[in-house]
């Protein structure tokens, strides 16, 4: 059934709080709509949606929802974590669409331009966001977390060109047809839902296939080119850019690591696509500063202790993260510690060898329990069996490796490290994940 957003008056938003559907939300409420929602926990977004204007009740269930809405837009986590609810959604009378079709139709007349891949979506749409404005190209954007300069995961520019993070969870990009996508990397994730990488390839491919003008790739990474390879064979409709041959000349960085310097050469390549002079993106690059939870610098202590904060949750994440704090703390000059939380029992233990070896750049290894998010517990992983795993891999001395039975355990060992001077202006402390380990910090440094 089709849905025509311009007659929609009032919007209800299940699961209001997360950082996609929320920018949803931001933007119908800019528009004028009512909007309301609900959420099992509340964050900064979620206030920030309040002062706009949005009516939002803890919690979930039909009994927060107005009867008189005309559209429901519901997390894609709702009907898997609670099907009965979703049940009562789909019998509500209500017109309702997930997140991901709600981002196809909003995009549908747009020059949309989609940043997909496992790692490097979040930096590569706000390193093109970040061109395409500063050269008054007055794009909207859509990105799964925060831009510095606004705060917010939402540009409603005035132009036609749309720029959106591509999210592969359940085939969600799949509602996007754009006109040029960006495919940074394939690795296997989300395992919980795809059967093999083969999987997550065939996903790309029908991608591939939605997509009219360009594929910009990287060239460096095999999963991604063998799907280019058939794609080419096959006498494509759109153009072909390999984005690595624009590494050389990628500008002097602002953020570290050998996967910025990639992300920053997928946006010279794209700004290229669309005539926009090098020099003008290259400037544009060396002034960006990163995003919200992304190897975000977060301070310093009163004890000279540095603060970072990472959404890192795949071993090649952290193992990028620990790479680029290295280029900025050479071993022996700081030691990095890092409070982990591994996100998902499916995650975790599809990926547990790849986890145990991830950790090698970092001096001290903390870990929280596992965050869940509504999944069965899993008895045969935990947080305890992946520091045994990563003492045996080595790289990380004994006695710097623990897991902690809850956080506030963690807190208590942190604080510990700090009265007993053992995080000090030496040291550099990374809590890491996509989980909730940043609170820690904020406890106990209060950062917020």
């Given at each position: ?22 920018a ?26 309040q ?35 979703f ?6 009378g ?15 007349d ?23 404005i500063?050269?008054?190209h ?23 060109f749309?720029?959106v ?19 940074t ?13 083969k ?16 594929i910009v790739?990287n060239?460096?990474?095999?999963n ?42 997928a ?16 400037k ?11 190897l975000?610098r977060?301070?310093?202590t ?6 970072y ?11 990028a993260s ?5 280029e900025i ?30 950790f ?16 069965e ?19 990380v ?16 060992a ?11 202006s ?8 996509a ?14």
């Open positions: 059934m089709n849905l025509d957003l311009s007659k929609i008056k009032k919007v209800f938003f299940v699961g209001i709080g997360g950082i996609g559907i929320s949803i939300a931001r933007m119908m409420t800019i528009q004028g709509k009512e909007v309301f929602g609900s959420d099992i926990s509340t964050n900064s977004i979620m206030n920030e949606l002062k706009l204007g949005a009516k939002i009740t803890p919690g979930q269930g039909m009994g927060l929802i107005p009867k008189d809405v005309d559209l429901i837009v519901y997390s894609i986590a709702i009907p898997k974590y609670d099907p009965e609810f049940k009562k959604l789909q019998s509500s209500i017109q309702i669409r997930s997140y991901p079709q709600i981002l196809g139709l909003v995009t549908a747009k020059y949309s331009i989609a940043i997909s891949g496992t790692h490097g979506k979040t930096t590569t749409t706000a390193m093109i966001a970040k061109i395409l500063d050269t008054k007055d794009p909207s954007v859509i990105i799964g977390s925060l831009l510095k300069d606004n705060k917010s995961n939402l540009v409603s520019g005035k132009s036609n749309f720029i993070e591509a999210c592969e969870y359940e085939r969600s990009f799949l509602n996007i047809n754009p006109k040029i996508l960006i495919i990397n394939i690795e296997a994730d989300h395992l919980d839902y795809y059967k093999n990488l999987d997550i390839q065939n996903a790309f491919k029908q991608l591939i296939l939605q997509t009219e003008n360009l790739f060239g460096q990474d095999m991604t080119s063998m799907i280019i390879a058939e794609y080419e064979n096959k006498d494509p409709k759109g153009g072909v850019v390999d984005y690595t041959k624009y590494l050389d000349k990628v500008p002097k960085l602002a953020v570290p690591g050998i996967h910025n310097r990639m992300n920053a050469a946006a010279l390549a794209l700004a290229d696509a669309l005539n926009i002079k090098i020099d003008e993106a290259q544009s690059l060396a002034e960006f500063s990163g995003t919200w939870r992304r975000e977060r301070g310093t009163k004890e000279g202790t540095i603060i904060d990472d959404y890192a949750h795949h071993p090649t994440e952290i193992k620990l790479q680029a704090l290295r703390y050479p071993k022996g000059e700081k030691n990095i510690t890092v409070l982990f939380q591994p996100h998902l029992y499916s995650r975790t233990k599809a990926l547990f060898d790849d986890f145990a070896k991830s090698k750049g970092a001096d001290r290894v903390l870990l929280l329990p596992i965050y869940f998010a509504r999944e517990k899993d008895e045969s992983v935990s947080s305890v069996k992946l520091a045994e795993a990563i003492l045996r891999e080595g790289g001395a004994k006695e710097n490796v623990q897991a902690y039975p809850d956080f506030k355990s963690a807190e208590n942190v604080s510990a490290l700090i009265s007993n001077s053992s995080l000090s030496n040291d550099v402390f990374v809590t890491m994940g989980g909730l380990a940043y609170q820690i910090a904020d406890k106990i440094w209060k950062l917020t």
